[in-house]
């Protein structure tokens, strides 16, 4: 049986949107003495195991319905 | 002035480290019909805007310090 085939969707908070969670992430580097740090902004990232021949559509659907709230979140799909 | 330098820093669950939220992202899936979903894996991803001439070893500190748990999460870091 041939390797599953792989997708990536990553998920990140449209421009515009706050990001509480990077805001975070920002202060705490600086409490860290991390300096020039600017903006932060975090998401996700979803890997998935797919039946080989599964199309970009399909991925995208999937997107849509479940992996992102489409309207605060963009996202991407990177896959074979 | 010129454009910030940007930096993303993807953390992911080392293998054979129990991922719940893929298991439900899994069974969501499934549950709403699609098929021929195997195995899936969420991570985070996080965003960095630094000043220029931040170092790859500066963005890996930031990395062990505080964005990755190495113990369970890999990471990786792409910059230019």
Redesign the interface.
């Known amino acids: 049986m041939a390797a599953?085939m792989k997708a990536t969707v990553?998920v990140?908070l449209k421009n515009g949107v706050l990001d509480p969670q990077?805001r975070a992430?920002e202060s705490?580097?600086k409490g860290?003495g991390?300096?020039?740090?600017?903006?932060?902004?975090?998401?996700?990232?979803?890997?998935?195991?797919?039946?080989d021949g599964?199309s970009r559509e399909?991925v995208e659907?999937?997107a849509r319905?479940?992996?992102a709230n489409t309207v605060i979140e963009n996202f991407r799909i990177e896959m074979p």
């Open positions: 599953p990553t990140t990077g992430i705490a580097l860290l991390f300096e020039g740090v600017g903006d932060v902004r975090a998401g996700k990232i979803v890997e998935l195991e797919l039946a599964t399909t659907a999937m319905q479940l992996l």
